[in-house]
């Protein structure tokens, strides 16, 4: 017994020892059973399957109704499960104090309110504080008496008030999860936001960079393609007419 339990308790259990039953032949005599004890109007658990089976050979000595799949239905109304000896519950739910055997001293019901209760908890908490540090000065009763003393009153009503605080505090976890991802969330799109503004302003000096360099390409080319001025005697720019004709001319000389 105790080496099963220490299997049970292994993180990585073997396989329990009954799954050597489950063999195709096994599993086709419990076909049978069921039809048979079907046609006989038989409970299938009551049911004696050496009678049903006596036709059949190597009936095993143990009940072949052990091979049935579990009733999911029994799982769903019972709540829970037993899977390697420990027991799950179908729906995953947080105990409260109360259902952990505590002395719970606030609502169960997370709907109503409860800020009244742990307040007037942590006032409690409080008061038995002081009432503890003023009983540490008083004499101890005599050996004879069966009474504890005032102060172990004290520290176990102290317990309590703990204990409910603690309690309380571990039923706003998922609130808290939630709060937090909240904030991370908003800082996240905060973060991007700024991001997108960044960028934003990047591209607009690029833009305003990438416009001056248009404007001064667009000089530039404007100078280049402008007619060449002569001076005159007076000293003015004169623009000088060339044609067709003055190029050829000019062509010839060349040659």
């Known amino acids: 017994m105790e080496e099963e339990e220490a299997e049970l308790r292994n993180p990585f259990p073997s396989p329990p020892s009954q799954y050597t039953n489950y063999t195709t032949r096994n599993l086709n005599l419990l076909e049978v059973l069921k039809e048979r004890a079907a046609a ?14 006596s036709d059949q050979p190597s009936v095993p000595s143990w009940s072949l109704v052990q091979l049935e799949k579990p009733r999911v239905d029994w799982i769903l109304e019972d ?21 952990l055997g505590g002395h719970q001293l606030y609502p169960v019901d997370p709907s109503v309110d409860r800020r009244p209760s742990l307040l007037a908890v ?7 504080y002081y009432a503890l540090t003023g009983s540490m000065l008083s004499p101890p009763p005599p050996p004879t008496s069966a009474e504890p003393p005032e102060w172990q009153r004290h520290v176990e009503w102290l317990t309590i008030l703990a204990q ?8 706003l976890r998922p609130v808290q999860a939630r709060v937090n991802l909240e904030l991370m969330m908003k800082r996240q799109l905060e973060l991007r936001r700024e991001e997108t503004k960044e960028i934003h302003s990047r591209c607009d000096v690029i833009e305003s960079q990438l416009s001056a ?10 100078e280049i393609h402008r007619p060449k001025a002569s001076k005159t005697e007076a000293g003015t720019d004169k623009l000088v007419q060339v044609t067709a004709e003055d190029l050829s001319q000019w062509a010839d000389e060349v040659r």
């Not at 942590?122 to 038995?128: E, F, G, H, W």
């Open 40 to 53: 006989a109007n038989v409970d299938l658990e009551a049911s004696d399957q050496h009678v049903l089976l």
């Open 164 to 171: 409910n605080l603690m309690a309380a505090a571990n039923d």
């Open 213 to 222: 360099l248009r404007l001064n390409v667009k000089q530039s080319t404007t």
């Open 122 to 128: 942590l006032k409690s908490a409080l008061v038995t």
């Open 79 to 99: 709540g829970h499960y037993s899977v390697f000896g420990d027991q799950w519950f179908v729906k995953e739910t947080i105990p409260s104090l109360a259902d």
